[in-house]
């Protein structure tokens, strides 16, 4: 299984970006879908969560609102657009998937390599 995030860069404050993760190697749409990020000398945190069809959706208070989650099923896709960004959303940003969708990354099977987002004021 393999899951690529892409996407991230350096913006600033008030910017967009929107962040890729192609995913292969497993039944995409039996999978939900997750992000997290972790900032410098944090853990890793919950960011937003996406059921297999894309009809449910949860959001950490902190992006809610921001941030929106979305998938591409035929192209084994989800997708974060992040909206508004500010220099607390700096942070290496994380795919996942899972069989359910879930805020804790306990829940979560398989993991991609981040993307680092940096947001300056």
């Known amino acids: 299984v393999q899951l690529q995030a892409s996407g991230g860069g350096l913006v600033q404050a008030g910017d967009s970006l929107r962040l890729s993760c192609a995913a292969s190697g497993l039944t995409f749409s039996n999978y939900a879908m997750g992000w997290f990020r972790q900032a410098p000398g944090k853990e890793r945190e919950f960011v937003a969560t996406?059921?297999?069809?894309?009809?449910?959706?949860y959001y950490a208070d902190s992006v809610k609102g921001r941030f929106t989650i979305s998938r591409d099923n035929a192209n084994n896709a989800v997708y974060l657009q992040m909206n508004s960004l500010q220099p607390e959303d700096t942070a290496v940003y994380y795919c996942?998937?899972?069989?359910?969708?879930?805020?804790?990354?306990?829940?979560?099977?398989?993991w991609g390599r981040g993307t680092q987002v940096t947001v300056s004021s």
């Open positions: 996406i059921g297999w069809n894309g009809r449910v959706t």
């Open positions: 996942a998937a899972a069989k359910v969708t879930h805020s804790s990354e306990i829940a979560y099977d398989y």
